[in-house]
């Protein structure tokens, strides 16, 4: 089991208000698997992504990632499991405005312990190798993602995490993103945990695990995988 989440619970604190986000979170997923969790604005989705990914931490039980208990580390090991193990794609891209795109991938790659060797051919990977020396403001949110998808994968992460990573593009843009995460997958072997609200989307996983108010109301494993190339939305 290259994921293994039991019982987990978060609760946020403002004033004497106590809102518990995650409620007894239980997951499993196996090494080299697609995830998707599903569910509505609020439910928890992102929370319980920044606990796998070492981000934040859960209030009580057991997260296991590769073998590692993330929930017992200090916050040194936290920082060197989240900077070794994970890749991270988000929404808004979050890429160094002031960086060139080949410069946002090389202080990831700098600071890894493992990077994949040549930047070039990681971006060549996402077919923005003609882009490597303008800057992010120079390239459109599609364009954007395939650098942030770089980045997050130049680290060769044993684990991508990907929170809404088509949510801000158009149809077609998001599935040549769904493309290329499913290339990362198979080329790669990296084992995919991603957030949408997109039910269609689910269809591209292994597993799809429903988020409701803080608790996974279904886990399903997935039949019939469906190419991100023909999912249809
Ligand atoms: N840092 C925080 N402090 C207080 N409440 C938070 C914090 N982060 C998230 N929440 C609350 O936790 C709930 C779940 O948030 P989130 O995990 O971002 O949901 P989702 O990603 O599914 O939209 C929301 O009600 C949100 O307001
Ligand atoms: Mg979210």
Redesign the pocket.
Known sequence: MFIDISNLKKS?T?GVVI?E?LKGIEMKIDKGEIGVIL?P???????LMNIIGGIDRGDSGRVIVDGIEVNNLNDDKLTDYRREHIGVVFQFYNLVPNLTVGENIEVVSNISKSPLKNTDDVLAAVEMQDKKHRFPRELSGGEQQRVSLARAIVKNPKLLLCDEPTGALDYQTSRSILRLLELVNKKFGTTILMITHNAAIAAMANRVFKLRSGQIVEDVVNQGIVPAERIEW
């Not at 604005?41 to 929370?47: I, L, N, Q, R, Y």
Request: zero cysteines.
């Open positions: 946020y403002s809102t986000v569910g604005s609020g439910s928890g989705k992102s929370t």
